[in-house]
């Protein structure tokens, strides 16, 4: 462990893009500030890079922590940490940042509010790369709470349509939950441990005698206050990456632009929950807590893989894509280690960003429509299809692009252990081809069906970006797995791929694409029609479509609760207020007495004014009007001086 | 000693005393025919830039690490010496800056030349440990100080607050010299370092103490030798009172700090001076609160608020520990950074516009000059102690200090009984205090922020320049850097003692 002040450098990363969104804030002219804010990611791109770079070299982490400030003997410490894990993330945000800005500078041009969207961007991106720097469970926090006010304030961006501004409140209500468990966590760690950096010299919450003394202090339910507090985090990680049951803010979140949508699905906030599991895992290791974390993954991904099947609405599709896959990441930092995880964090950060950002320039191209029902002929859009068309067979994982790579090693490595979570995640990889085969076949291929004109290309500014993003989709999944990122990350013992393994995940992807292209080859579809899956499936599809219900129930159960709960604070409240009248009322009355005879008659006529009418007459007794004050002032030096003298030689002697 | 270090260490000194002639010499040999105006603003900008090169000095001076100690204590320049004048002479640009604006007399350079004269008696103040040179620089800055009150001729009001303050001042200071004299008698020194291997400690000495606290206590404003204080800076002009609220009580707490920790340890030490600072500090948190609360006028408000805080910081030396002792210099400091600003806020909206301070002058400020409004509203809310500025963590340091010395006992009787409870109540009473406190502050708040204009007469025609406001902004800056980020201030303070 070197604790080293040579990486103070670090702090640029974050500190570069919050400089930009502060002058961006100040700039009156939307496009410098839209300037402003990709000349800040740009710039923290280099120490972002730098950090990358280095981090491949080190045997352990390097940490630079500094007091914050020093509360009764006890010090507060923040830090910054480069490790693996860090490196690679830095360099993930900011560049796959950098390329959603420039995307959000063409598509937010007519917008008014464009200074203010981009300072929000910028202050999004400031959270995110603190999140992943910090050393110190508090500081993470802090940033995580910044994460979440930016991405409050972007998703409810276009506040003047209601739908959006509930969708910002709900993020951030639910989001908000997953926060307490954070903080509990906070809390029970500094107590037990009295220490809050991760790593400091054998100090640190992950390392040496803070570890041990969590594992060995026992929680509740059987299981070590390691566990507990593992859990309660992953409590926190559950709300900011759209886990089961916390999953319904993500979906609505669609409401945000269409680069916050990428921002934020992609390469930033909902990450934030694995990444924190996965800075994390010490806390978890040998404790039922994977076990939780490996299930809850496995069923979410499954359920969202479901719902994603019965959504018409382009974006949501992707939303739930989204939600399908931060499943499967959890499941493999639960049975893969971080690696397995972190690789499918990167790989799906590259291609559902593509997939965003042209799922933003169809719906342009489209006049703003978002119904894959009404768009149909999109292939006109030639540029667009194409890298859209690269995200998808990444997202289907087709053999040797991203997804697949990334995939196939969640696969393995759950093979060997839990054979229910491997079969789990290849219905969902079944499941992942046969919606993104799906939502291809509405949007592409046919006529168009839209009210509005034929779809256009959109401006090459849009699709530059998409272009990198696409050659990314395809091909980081192959040189990462050559340069050998497992050994990168470390902690992982290379999984043997089984036959078997190999077999299922080719069987699935293309098996998907190929069962859907037969249920939907030679049936009409799209507009008013009913889907030819619905046909299959009958009832069932009806629950796909309602996302199994989630915000429904709900509705019925936790609402129903709040109002009830409401209700009886408001009976408590007016009974409270009878009192509060009454003491205010008994207040009045003594304030009154103490008014009329205790302050008038006491303190203003004797003591204040008397005091004041003393002096006066003194004065003008003794001295000439001008000097009346000074002299009972002096008085005062000298009444003083014989009082403390007083006291002086009585304590003295 | 020999004149080469003693040069090399007065040198940011000399460097202020050059800049002060400068000012006189530039305002007299080549501004003559010019108007009063442009003569005041060429005289503040030589003092700036003289404050700056010493500045400079002084930075130089601490990254070389350079420690002085010169002539058995007169001066003690290490690096907490170094910083006390950085931060008088900081205070002293600001004080400057805001003065540059408007000169209430067509002496623009005197006014200017005798804000340094007392920022080097303040200077000399904060690093001296001998009594002697203390009472020389105490007058230094009171002569000063006595004329740059009085220097509104135009107003009796400052004539009457400059008399005022000079008899009581003269009368303090009478007290300081006669209890030096004591002192003398007593130990033989004149140097406090030397006190800590004295043991004998007799009537005279504790005479001499409590004279020299009255000299002090003059300084700091607290009760009963606070009389001074409303008349003055309500009178004064705006940026004098700025200037007796910050730099003069620095460097006096600065003195009476090292003073009380220069005491040798034992606890009849301890009963010989804690009686009279906690009845000043009671009398002082009660006096200065209850004051402020009938004020209508913003200077005399803050008159009282200054007494009250006084109160305050003598609770940090009643706790007599090192961390007590730094947390009194921790507060003082922020109470004047958050003062020089709330004092320059009010100059620049009133005073050019003939107004007086009264709390209606100033309602609907907030939509002419929005800037300065908020950096205001950070002035008062520091001093208010609400966090998380910097005023929060100044009395959450004192507080804790006082706690900290506190022995703790389950037992009631034993809780409450002595030292233990005296301590108690003091942080008590200053808890209910700040509550009080926030009344009036935010009394002056409202008239700021929620108020409506109603005086339209003293509408600003003539723009504020940027310099000026960035000078506000800085201090605003750094009421709020010290709230968030005091560790690193704090430690080196602790490190002092």
Same mark, same amino acid.
């Given at each position: 462990?070197?604790?080293?002040?040579?990486?103070?450098?670090?702090?640029?990363?974050?500190?570069?893009?919050?400089?930009?969104?502060?002058?961006?804030?100040?700039?009156?002219?939307?496009?410098?500030?839209?300037?402003?804010?990709?000349?800040?990611?740009?710039?923290?791109?280099?120490?972002?890079?730098?950090?990358?770079?280095?981090?491949?070299?080190?045997?352990?982490?390097?940490?630079?922590?500094?007091?914050?400030?020093?509360?009764?003997?006890?010090?507060?410490?923040?830090?910054?940490?480069?490790?693996?894990?860090?490196?690679?993330?830095?360099?993930?945000?900011?560049?796959?940042?950098?390329?959603?800005?420039?995307?959000?500078?063409?598509?937010?041009?007519?917008?008014?509010?464009?200074?203010?969207?981009?300072?929000?961007?910028?202050?999004?991106?400031?959270?995110?790369?603190?999140?992943?720097?910090?050393?110190?469970?508090?500081?993470?926090?802090?940033?995580?709470?910044?994460?979440?006010?930016?991405?409050?304030?972007?998703?409810?961006?276009?506040?003047?349509?209601?739908?959006?501004?509930?969708?910002?409140?709900?993020?951030?209500?639910?989001?908000?939950?997953?926060?307490?468990?954070?903080?509990?966590?906070?809390?029970?760690?500094?107590?037990?441990?009295?220490?809050?950096?991760?790593?400091?010299?054998?100090?640190?919450?992950?390392?040496?005698?803070?570890?041990?003394?969590?594992?060995?202090?026992?929680?509740?339910?059987?299981?070590?206050?390691?566990?507990?507090?593992?859990?309660?985090?992953?409590?926190?990680?559950?709300?900011?990456?759209?886990?089961?049951?916390?999953?319904?803010?993500?979906?609505?979140?669609?409401?945000?632009?269409?680069?916050?949508?990428?921002?934020?699905?992609?390469?930033?906030?909902?990450?934030?929950?694995?990444?924190?599991?996965?800075?994390?895992?010490?806390?978890?290791?040998?404790?039922?807590?994977?076990?939780?974390?490996?299930?809850?993954?496995?069923?979410?991904?499954?359920?969202?893989?479901?719902?994603?099947?019965?959504?018409?609405?382009?974006?949501?599709?992707?939303?739930?894509?989204?939600?399908?896959?931060?499943?499967?990441?959890?499941?493999?930092?639960?049975?893969?280690?971080?690696?397995?995880?972190?690789?499918?964090?990167?790989?799906?950060?590259?291609?559902?960003?593509?997939?965003?950002?042209?799922?933003?320039?169809?719906?342009?191209?489209?006049?703003?429509?978002?119904?894959?029902?009404?768009?149909?002929?999109?292939?006109?859009?030639?540029?667009?299809?194409?890298?859209?068309?690269?995200?998808?067979?990444?997202?289907?994982?087709?053999?040797?692009?991203?997804?697949?790579?990334?995939?196939?090693?969640?696969?393995?490595?759950?093979?060997?252990?839990?054979?229910?979570?491997?079969?789990?995640?290849?219905?969902?990889?079944?499941?992942?081809?046969?919606?993104?085969?799906?939502?291809?076949?509405?949007?592409?291929?046919?006529?168009?069906?839209?009210?509005?004109?034929?779809?256009?290309?959109?401006?090459?500014?849009?699709?530059?970006?998409?272009?990198?993003?696409?050659?990314?989709?395809?091909?980081?999944?192959?040189?990462?797995?050559?340069?050998?990122?497992?050994?990168?990350?470390?902690?992982?013992?290379?999984?043997?791929?089984?036959?078997?393994?190999?077999?299922?995940?080719?069987?699935?992807?293309?098996?998907?694409?190929?069962?859907?292209?037969?249920?939907?080859?030679?049936?009409?579809?799209?507009?008013?029609?009913?889907?030819?899956?619905?046909?299959?499936?009958?009832?069932?599809?009806?629950?796909?479509?309602?996302?199994?219900?989630?915000?429904?129930?709900?509705?019925?159960?936790?609402?129903?609760?709040?109002?009830?709960?409401?209700?009886?604070?408001?009976?408590?409240?007016?009974?409270?207020?009878?009192?509060?009248?009454?003491?205010?009322?008994?207040?009045?009355?003594?304030?009154?007495?103490?008014?009329?005879?205790?302050?008038?008659?006491?303190?203003?006529?004797?003591?204040?004014?008397?005091?004041?009418?003393?002096?006066?007459?003194?004065?003008?007794?003794?001295?000439?009007?001008?000097?009346?004050?000074?002299?009972?002032?002096?008085?005062?030096?000298?009444?003083?001086?014989?009082?403390?003298?007083?006291?002086?030689?009585?304590?003295?002697? | 000693?020999?004149?080469?270090?003693?040069?090399?260490?007065?040198?940011?000194?000399?460097?202020?005393?050059?800049?002060?002639?400068?000012?006189?010499?530039?305002?007299?040999?080549?501004?003559?025919?010019?108007?009063?105006?442009?003569?005041?603003?060429?005289?503040?900008?030589?003092?700036?830039?003289?404050?700056?090169?010493?500045?400079?000095?002084?930075?130089?001076?601490?990254?070389?690490?350079?420690?002085?100690?010169?002539?058995?204590?007169?001066?003690?320049?290490?690096?907490?010496?170094?910083?006390?004048?950085?931060?008088?002479?900081?205070?002293?640009?600001?004080?400057?800056?805001?003065?540059?604006?408007?000169?209430?007399?067509?002496?623009?350079?005197?006014?200017?030349?005798?804000?340094?004269?007392?920022?080097?008696?303040?200077?000399?103040?904060?690093?001296?440990?001998?009594?002697?040179?203390?009472?020389?620089?105490?007058?230094?800055?009171?002569?000063?100080?006595?004329?740059?009150?009085?220097?509104?001729?135009?107003?009796?009001?400052? #004539?009457?607050?400059?008399?005022?303050?000079?008899?009581?001042?003269?009368?303090?200071?009478?007290?300081?010299?006669?209890?030096?004299?004591?002192?003398?008698?007593?130990?033989?020194?004149?140097?406090?370092?030397?006190?800590?291997?004295?043991?004998?400690?007799?009537?005279?000495?504790?005479?001499?103490?409590?004279?020299?606290?009255?000299?002090?206590?003059?300084?700091?404003?607290?009760?009963?030798?606070?009389?001074?204080?409303?008349?003055?800076?309500?009178? #004064?002009?705006?940026?004098?009172?700025?200037?007796?609220?910050?730099?003069?009580?620095?460097?006096?707490?600065?003195?009476?700090?090292?003073?009380?920790?220069?005491?040798?340890?034992?606890?009849?030490?301890?009963?010989?001076?804690?009686?009279?600072?906690?009845?000043?500090?009671?009398?002082?948190?009660?006096?200065?609160?209850?004051?402020?609360?009938?004020?209508?006028?913003?200077?005399?408000?803050?008159?009282?608020?200054?007494? #009250?805080?006084?109160?305050?910081?003598?609770?940090?030396?009643?706790?007599?520990?090192?961390?007590?002792?730094?947390?009194?210099?921790?507060?003082?400091?922020?109470?004047?950074?958050?003062?020089?600003?709330?004092?320059?806020?009010?100059?620049?909206?009133?005073?050019?516009?003939?107004?007086?301070?009264?709390?209606?002058?100033?309602?609907?400020?907030?939509?002419?000059?929005?800037?300065?409004?908020?950096?205001?509203?950070?002035?008062?809310?520091?001093?208010?102690?609400?966090?998380?500025?910097?005023?929060?963590?100044?009395?959450?340091?004192?507080?804790?200090?006082?706690?900290?010395?506190?022995?703790?006992?389950?037992?009631?009787?034993?809780?409450?009984?002595?030292?233990?409870?005296?301590?108690?109540?003091?942080?008590?009473?200053?808890?209910?205090?700040?509550?009080?406190?926030?009344?009036?502050?935010?009394?002056?708040?409202?008239?700021?922020?929620?108020?409506?204009?109603?005086?339209?007469?003293?509408?600003?025609?003539?723009?504020?320049?940027?310099?000026?406001?960035?000078?506000?902004?800085?201090?605003?800056?750094?009421?709020?850097?010290?709230?968030?980020?005091?560790?690193?201030?704090?430690?080196?303070?602790?490190?002092?003692?």
């Amino acid at each position: 462990m070197e604790g080293s002040d040579s990486l103070s450098w670090l702090v640029w990363i974050p500190l570069l893009p919050l400089i930009a969104c502060v002058f961006a804030l100040l700039c009156r002219s939307g496009v410098a500030a839209s300037l402003i804010c990709i000349a800040g990611m740009a710039a923290a791109m280099v120490p972002a890079l730098r950090a990358f770079n280095l981090s491949g070299e080190l045997d352990a982490p390097m940490t630079f922590n500094f007091t914050w400030m020093t509360i009764a003997g006890k010090s507060i410490d923040f830090g910054f940490i480069l490790d693996p894990l860090s490196g690679s993330m830095v360099a993930m945000v900011t560049f796959v940042g950098f390329l959603i800005f420039l995307y959000a500078a063409k598509y937010m041009e007519d917008d008014l509010r464009r200074g203010r969207f981009f300072a929000y961007l910028s202050l999004f991106a400031t959270g995110m790369l603190g999140l992943v720097l910090s050393n110190s469970l508090l500081l993470l926090f802090m940033f995580w709470e910044i994460v979440g006010v930016a991405s409050y304030l972007l998703i409810s961006f276009w506040f003047h349509k209601p739908s959006a501004a509930a969708a910002g409140k709900k993020a951030f209500i639910t989001t908000r939950i997953g926060d307490l468990g954070f903080l509990i966590a906070i809390l029970w760690a500094f107590q037990s441990t009295g220490a809050l950096l991760f790593y400091s010299n054998g100090e640190g919450l992950l390392e040496g005698a803070a570890l041990e003394t969590l594992q060995a202090e026992s929680g509740f339910w059987g299981l070590t206050a390691a566990g507990v507090i593992a859990l309660l985090l992953f409590v926190g990680a559950i709300g900011k990456s759209g886990q089961l049951p916390l999953h319904v803010w993500l979906p609505d979140a669609m409401e945000g632009p269409t680069p916050v949508s990428a921002l934020i699905h992609a390469a930033t906030m909902v990450a934030a929950g694995v990444f924190l599991v996965a800075r994390t895992l010490p806390l978890f290791d040998g404790s039922p807590a994977l076990d939780v974390v490996a299930w809850v993954g496995a069923a979410t991904a499954l359920f969202a893989a479901f719902a994603a099947l019965g959504q018409y609405d382009l974006k949501r599709i992707l939303a739930f894509s989204t939600v399908s896959q931060l499943g499967l990441m959890m499941v493999g930092i639960a049975v893969g280690g971080v690696a397995v995880g972190m690789f499918h964090l990167h790989s799906h950060a590259f291609f559902k960003a593509l997939l965003f950002l042209g799922a933003g320039s169809i719906i342009h191209g489209c006049g703003d429509e978002q119904d894959i029902r009404k768009m149909g002929g999109v292939a006109r859009m030639k540029l667009t299809t194409l890298v859209y068309l690269c995200g998808a067979v990444s997202l289907c994982a087709v053999p040797y692009t991203s997804g697949f790579f990334s995939k196939d090693e969640i696969l393995a490595a759950a093979y060997h252990d839990r054979p229910g979570i491997f079969w789990t995640c290849a219905v969902v990889s079944l499941l992942t081809a046969m919606y993104v085969t799906r939502q291809c076949l509405y949007v592409f291929p046919g006529k168009h069906r839209g009210s509005g004109g034929e779809p256009h290309e959109s401006p090459v500014q849009m699709t530059a970006p998409l272009f990198v993003l696409a050659a990314f989709a395809l091909a980081f999944g192959y040189f990462a797995v050559d340069r050998g990122v497992f050994e990168y990350f470390g902690g992982y013992h290379a999984a043997e791929h089984p036959l078997i393994v190999v077999e299922v995940a080719w069987a699935v992807s293309l098996g998907g694409i190929a069962l859907c292209c037969l249920i939907y080859a030679g049936k009409p579809y799209g507009g008013e029609i009913a889907d030819p899956l619905s046909g299959i499936l009958g009832k069932a599809y009806r629950v796909m479509e309602n996302k199994f219900y989630f915000d429904e129930i709900y509705a019925a159960t936790v609402c129903l609760l709040w109002q009830i709960t409401a209700l009886v604070v408001a009976i408590l409240d007016a009974i409270l207020a009878m009192f509060r009248e009454l003491i205010v009322f008994a207040a009045q009355a003594i304030s009154y007495i103490f008014h009329h005879f205790g302050d008038r008659a006491l303190i203003d006529n004797w003591v204040f004014d008397g005091t004041c009418d003393s002096l006066k007459e003194s004065g003008e007794l003794a001295t000439s009007p001008q000097g009346g004050f000074l002299s009972s002032y002096l008085r005062w030096v000298a009444l003083g001086a014989v009082i403390f003298g007083a006291f002086a030689i009585g304590g003295c002697s | 000693m020999d004149y080469l270090t003693l040069l090399e260490a007065t040198l940011p000194d000399l460097i202020v005393v050059v800049a002060l002639f400068a000012a006189l010499g530039v305002d007299y040999g080549l501004c003559q025919g010019k108007s009063p105006h442009e003569r005041g603003r060429i005289a503040g900008e030589v003092s700036s830039i003289g404050l700056l090169l010493a500045l400079c000095c002084l930075a130089f001076q601490w990254m070389q690490g350079s420690v002085f100690e010169i002539a058995e204590g007169q001066l003690n320049l290490d690096a907490t010496g170094l910083a006390a004048k950085a931060i008088v002479y900081g205070l002293t640009l600001a004080v400057i800056r805001f003065a540059t604006r408007h000169c209430p007399t067509t002496h623009a350079s005197e006014y200017h030349a005798l804000i340094l004269l007392s920022a080097l008696g303040m200077g000399f103040l904060a690093t001296t440990e001998n009594l002697l040179l203390a009472f020389v620089a105490l007058e230094l800055v009171s002569l000063s100080l006595y004329a740059l009150v009085a220097f509104k001729t135009s107003s009796p009001q400052s #004539a009457e607050a400059g008399l005022k303050y000079f008899a009581f001042g003269g009368v303090a200071s009478a007290f300081f010299v006669f209890g030096v004299s004591y002192l003398y008698g007593a130990t033989g020194s004149l140097d406090i370092g030397t006190w800590s291997d004295w043991s004998d400690r007799s009537t005279l000495f504790a005479l001499g103490l409590v004279f020299v606290l009255v000299g002090l206590g003059f300084k700091v404003a607290v009760v009963p030798f606070h009389l001074w204080a409303p008349d003055v800076y309500q009178s #004064a002009p705006t940026p004098v009172a700025a200037w007796v609220a910050s730099g003069s009580k620095v460097a006096s707490v600065f003195f009476l700090v090292k003073l009380i920790a220069a005491l040798p340890p034992g606890p009849e030490t301890a009963t010989m001076i804690f009686a009279p600072l906690a009845t000043a500090a009671i009398f002082s948190m009660l006096i200065g609160n209850l004051g402020a609360l009938r004020q209508s006028n913003l200077k005399r408000l803050l008159a009282y608020a200054s007494i #009250a805080n006084g109160g305050y910081l003598l609770i940090g030396l009643l706790a007599g520990s090192p961390d007590g002792y730094a947390a009194s210099i921790f507060y003082v400091v922020v109470y004047a950074l958050a003062n020089v600003g709330a004092f320059g806020v009010i100059g620049l909206l009133s005073d050019r516009m003939k107004g007086d301070g009264r709390l209606e002058d100033f309602s609907g400020s907030w939509r002419r000059h929005p800037g300065l409004s908020f950096a205001f509203l950070l002035f008062l809310l520091s001093s208010a102690g609400i966090p998380p500025l910097a005023g929060f963590v100044g009395k959450y340091y004192l507080f804790y200090s006082a706690f900290d010395q506190v022995e703790m006992s389950y037992v009631l009787g034993e809780l409450l009984s002595g030292r233990n409870g005296w301590l108690v109540f003091l942080v008590c009473l200053a808890l209910v205090m700040s509550v009080i406190s926030l009344y009036y502050y935010v009394l002056a708040l409202k008239a700021f922020l929620v108020s409506e204009d109603e005086s339209p007469h003293l509408d600003d025609d003539e723009g504020i320049s940027p310099g000026i406001k960035l000078c506000v902004f800085a201090l605003a800056l750094l009421v709020l850097i010290l709230g968030v980020y005091p560790g690193p201030f704090m430690a080196f303070l602790q490190a002092a003692f």
